[in-house]
């Protein structure tokens, strides 16, 4: 509007500036100057105007830019107010508690944090022996036998096993993390015969004995940069996968009867481990590996698990693990399923582990062995794994040798012989195992799986002689396991993922089938001795962990 009115007036002015060229010819010399003196008058007029109409415009252009950069403002505000939010709401970031895939505490500067969680895991099963293990007098007559072999055709029932509860963080930064955890245990510290029908505890039903609370992990661990870090504590030795897998994210459950007898399980030491894009190693010394390669009958003898500094009887123990990453991505691998949609993985693995032990049946003094008691344990192990995106394949060998002065039978929890500390010369013993899992999802949260167990003693050294037993104890004890044939099972079932490895049921059943020594007696997955015929196990299982 002011635009069109400074047009009109330039007009105006134009079309009078004319009509005074015009008349200027004709008129006299007053009128000329009259004329002239009001033209002077217009043009200043006409200045003033120019300039209000300059202010006028400038006024309008300032009120635009501020529109303008107020609405720029405004956009730029709620966008790092929806960004905040959204990290909120998928790190916890300014939070102090609530939950991120688990319960957590933290400070507002995020320098302290608490992570709560833990699992619970109810199982029933049901482990069937073809036939019994009778025995029989002088007179022909069955008579019960104590011996390390079951004679139980039938057991069956309920149980928790595994009950955990996990505390783990970080405290000044993230690069000081702790964990603790810790299990009630479904086994009585008490011994308990099972071996007869019907069965005959000593421990009572309910008390201190009854789900006595083990410590699995305790450790701190400082990262000290360009992927090198440093572990002190109680924790799984660096040697295998099937330990390596947390007990949640196993494919049936539990880790197979090959990694409960061939892994060497936690101790507690320091670990030094790096890791990279494609690879990862980490080292360690420790106490010594958890000997159960023979299940009750210990080689090397060593239990580290939470024990005293003055009760160690490794002298040296050192263990190693190196991982090849040959696709996909490690988080991948934290688990021994691969679901639908998973990115593709190969993960390749070694490890070997080697203690020197020194036999310690009492806190004050070592046995009397001959030529120092000493025991060599020597462990080699590979996996290969293969993640399908739906599906995966998973192998594993393991080689152990020990050249063991000084073995015993841990029976009934306490070193048979009681205070005599009697200790039998094994001599150099060589053991292989191997297991090839491989499983399928039927749809987007329901998985089918099959897999082999193997192990077998490949030198039994001087294992042969114990049916004749060391001096002044039963051959019912030590007898049963000079018996050293192979171990072999099928195991298949299903997981229906309710919320994956979170919530979820499982069902499988194991056949055997020839007869199973004592020495690969396994609790854990329902393996019993049936030193007459083939057996089977029926397990099912509901997990949830928070």
């Given at each position: 509007?002011?635009?069109m ?5 330039g007009?105006l002015?134009?079309?009078?500036a ?7 010819q ?10 002239a ?7 200043k007029q006409?200045?003033t ?14 009120v ?9 403002i405004?956009?730029?505000?709620t966008?790092?107010?929806a960004?905040a939010?959204?990290?909120v ?11 991120d ?22 199982r029933y ?8 293990w ?9 008579e019960q036998?104590f011996?390390a ?13 595994h009950?955990r509860?996990d505390?783990?963080g ?8 702790f964990?603790?955890?810790?299990e009630?245990?479904n ?5 308990i015969q099972?071996?007869?029908n ?19 992990d ?13 572990r ?7 040697f ?26 936690r ?5 030094l481990?790096w ?18 390669i023979?299940d ?11 024990s ?19 696709a ?8 021994m ?6 990115e ?10 080697w ?11 070592y ?9 060599d ?19 594993a060998?393991?080689?152990h ?8 039978l ?8 009681g ?10 013993v ?27 003693v ?20 030590y ?16 997981t229906w ?15 055997f089938p020839?007869?199973?020594?004592p ?15 083939d ?12």
């Open positions: 509007m002011r635009r009115r400074i047009g009109r007036t007009g002015l134009g079309v009078t004319t009509l005074l060229t015009a008349t200027a004709g008129q006299d010399a007053t009128a000329i100057e009259e004329m003196r009001r033209l002077a008058d217009i043009e006409n200045e105007l120019k300039t209000r109409v300059n202010e006028l415009e400038a006024a309008d252009a300032d635009w830019l501020t529109q303008e950069r107020s609405d720029q405004r956009a730029v505000v966008d790092v107010l960004d939010e959204t990290r709401s998928l790190q916890s970031s300014g939070m102090t508690a609530g939950w895939d688990g319960f957590f505490l933290a400070s507002p500067d995020g320098r302290f944090r608490l992570e709560v969680g833990g699992m619970v895991q109810v099963m049901d482990s069937h022996i073809r036939e019994g009778p025995t029989f007098n002088d007179q022909g007559q069955q036998q011996a072999e079951d004679d139980v055709t039938s057991r069956a029932g309920f149980d928790i096993p009950a509860l505390f783990k970080h405290v000044f930064g993230p690069d000081t993390r964990r603790v955890q810790g009630f245990t086994e009585r510290p008490n011994s099972l071996y007869t019907p069965i005959a505890a000593s421990s009572p039903e309910n008390g201190s004995s009854n789900g006595a609370f083990e410590l699995l305790a450790y701190i661990l400082q990262e000290i940069g360009n992927g090198w870090a440093i002190v504590g109680q924790f799984k030795l660096p295998d996968r099937g330990w390596e897998v947390p007990i949640a994210n196993q494919l049936t459950g539990e880790r197979n009867t090959v990694a409960l007898h061939m892994g060497i399980g101790s507690q030491g320091i670990e481990a890791g990279g894009d494609t690879t990862r190693a980490r080292v360690a010394f420790s106490d010594g590996g958890n000997d159960r023979f009750a009958y210990h080689f090397s003898t060593t239990q580290p698990l939470n005293p500094y003055d009760f160690s009887q490794a002298e040296l123990a050192f263990s190693g693990r190196l991982e090849f990453k040959l996909g991505n490690w988080r991948e691998f934290d688990s399923t691969s679901p639908p949609g998973s593709m993985g190969v993960l390749l693995g070694v490890g070997a582990h203690q020197q032990s020194k036999v310690m049946l009492n806190p004050s003094s046995n009397a062995t001959p030529d120092g008691g000493y025991n344990w020597f462990a080699l192990t590979g996996d290969l794994t293969w993640n399908l995106g739906g599906g995966s394949i998973s192998a060998a393991y080689y040798h020990v050249a063991s002065k000084s073995s015993y841990y029976f009934g929890f306490s070193p048979v012989g205070s005599n500390n009697r200790t039998f010369d094994a001599g150099n060589a053991m292989f195992g191997a297991s090839l899992y491989g499983s399928m999802y039927l749809t987007a949260d329901f998985e089918a799986f099959v897999g082999v167990d193997y192990m077998e490949v030198d039994n050294g001087n294992l042969g002689a114990l049916a004749n037993s060391p001096p002044g104890l039963s051959a019912d004890f007898g049963a396991f000079a018996d050293t044939s192979n171990f072999s099972s099928i195991t298949a079932g299903s993922y309710l919320d994956g490895n979170d919530l979820k049921w499982g069902f499988s059943v194991s056949y020839r007869s199973i020594s020495a690969w007696t396994t609790p854990e997955t329902g393996v019993r001795s049936t030193p007459v015929s057996a089977y196990t029926i397990r099912t299982y509901l997990q949830l962990m928070f």
